[in-house]
């Protein structure tokens, strides 16, 4: 799973990051991605969660209330096709 690290970014460098590394993921053919934006304010993990939620190939997953993760970061899981067939479509 890959992890992206935007705690303690400003907010415009915060979404150009994730933007950045949710589509090298997804060309990858990763399933997963942890979205680590910290506790604070909220105002990232607000950002992350809107962006997931636009984007039609993303998807939250949904925590299980008896397992206790880390609340400062997102699990998402990415909606696409097998790396086999995104490396056939970059030839």
Same mark, same amino acid.
């Given at each position: 799973?890959?992890?992206?690290?935007?705690?303690? $970014?400003?907010? /415009? /460098?915060?979404?150009?990051?994730?933007?950045?590394?949710?589509?090298?993921?997804?060309?990858?053919?990763?399933?997963?991605?942890?979205?680590?934006?910290?506790?604070?304010?909220?105002?990232?993990?607000? $950002?992350?969660?809107?962006?997931?939620?636009?984007?039609?190939?993303?998807?939250?997953?949904?925590?299980?209330?008896?397992?206790?993760?880390?609340?400062?970061?997102?699990?998402?899981?990415?909606?696409?096709?097998?790396?086999?067939?995104?490396?056939?479509?970059?030839?």
């Amino acid at each position: 799973m890959r992890t992206i690290y935007i705690r303690k $970014m400003r907010f /415009e /460098e915060a979404k150009l990051k994730l933007e950045r590394e949710i589509n090298d993921a997804f060309m990858e053919g990763e399933s997963y991605v942890e979205i680590v934006h910290g506790i604070g304010e909220g105002i990232l993990k607000r $950002m992350a969660v809107d962006y997931v939620e636009s984007c039609d190939f993303l998807k939250l997953l949904d925590r299980d209330p008896m397992f206790r993760g880390n609340p400062g970061a997102t699990q998402v899981e990415i909606l696409a096709p097998s790396k086999e067939y995104i490396n056939r479509l970059k030839k």
